[in-house]
């Protein structure tokens, strides 16, 4: 087993040539996110998609989450995030904020 640090050092400032293109080899890691129950971590991926999934559920202006409604809802599903991870997380999706979200389905409804 070697530690997550050792593996971020190796791997710094070296690239992979590939089909597509040149990457930096840390493109094919994702990181941790710590599991609130003990249990397995969970990949920064499946948070997004997680956190994808939650906002996609919103159909009408008081059905959408903030930033810290989506941290306890995670939190429930055992998974350990702070509200600035989920916003971050959030403006990589292309996801507004739950005002600019809230403004667009009172605009539609």
Sequence with gaps: EMHESTVSRVTSNKYMATPR???ELKYFFTT???SSDGGD???AEA???KI??????EKTPKDVLS???????LKDQGIEIARRTVA???ES???PSSVQRRRILRNRG
Excluded: C, N, P, W
Aim: no cysteine.
């Design 47 to 49: 948070v997004r998609h």
């Design 67 to 73: 930033d810290d409604k989506i941290v306890t809802l």
């Design 88 to 90: 971050k997380y959030r």
């Design 32 to 34: 941790a996110i710590a």
């Design 93 to 95: 999706l292309s996801i």
């Design 52 to 57: 994808k999934i939650l906002i996609d559920e």
């Design 21 to 23: 293109g040149v990457f």
């Design 41 to 43: 971590a969970h990949s």
